[in-house]
Every structure is written in structure tokens, then in C-alpha cells.
């Protein structure tokens, strides 16, 4: 498995989950790296990114800003997603990738070309 993602599970609206990605060796050198989600019946949907080898920069979508915290552990390849104040409307598959050049658009799916299997994130109301 090139992309471990894991930590999904169910909370209750308002509470909180750590979801935690780490990608093997296997990946090699990769340039971002990335959490979407994709929820019943919609498009997936990019949640946060990270330029792994430009400075580290990183990038949220508007629907999690200022809830959700994205960081690496970089020695151990590996980011982690917190969120908070999660809401039902965050429930949806999460799936990390890597991939993309180091100017691409990181909101962008077709970009990245690695994907872990998915961990499922169900907030209750």
C-alpha cells in the first residue's frame, strides 16, 4: 500500500477526529500531498493540501477553514488532519493523494496520481 489513511470514524456534530496519512516508500520523492472527500451522491471534494517540497505551504478549502488543521510529520511521511467543530455535512469518504508538479493547482484531483483507499468520517447531529 503506497498511501495509509486512517482515523476515520463517527462523532457527534461539534466533536472532533484526527485522520493521519502516511505514504510508503514506495511513493518515492512527491511534490504535494493532499486530503479530498467525497460525500453520497456528490463530486469529491478537495479539503486540504500541502506543498511537500516548496516550503511547505498549505492550502484549505473554503468549507473547512478555520476547523480543520493540516500538518506533517515530514522524517516520517506522513500528514494529519485535524478537525474540529465537525458538522453532519462533513461526512463523506476522506482520501489523501500525492502527486502534481510543484506549480500545479492543488484543488485540482486530476493532479495527483497516487490515492489512498479512503477512511469514512460520519458525523451525527
Known amino acids: 500500500v503506497q498511501l495509509q489513511a486512517s482515523g476515520g470514524g463517527v462523532v457527534q456534530a461539534g466533536g472532533s477526529l484526527r485522520l493521519s496519512c502516511a505514504a510508503s516508500?514506495?511513493?518515492?520523492?512527491?511534490?504535494?500531498m493532499a486530503w479530498f472527500r467525497q460525500a453520497p451522491g456528490k463530486e469529491r471534494e478537495f479539503v486540504a493540501a500541502i506543498r511537500w517540497n516548496s516550503g511547505g505551504r498549505i492550502y484549505y478549502g473554503d468549507s473547512v477553514k478555520g476547523r480543520f488543521t493540516l500538518s506533517r510529520d515530514k522524517p516520517k511521511r506522513t500528514v494529519y488532519l485535524q478537525m474540529n467543530s465537525l458538522k453532519p455535512e462533513d461526512t463523506a469518504v476522506y482520501y489523501c493523494?500525492?502527486?502534481?508538479?510543484?506549480?500545479?493547482?492543488?484543488?485540482?484531483?486530476?493532479?495527483?496520481?497516487?490515492w489512498g483507499q479512503g477512511t469514512l468520517v460520519t458525523v451525527s447531529s
Open positions: 493523494a500525492v502527486g502534481g508538479g510543484i506549480l500545479s493547482s492543488l484543488r485540482d484531483a486530476e493532479q495527483y496520481n497516487i
Open positions: 516508500e514506495r511513493t518515492f520523492n512527491f511534490n504535494n
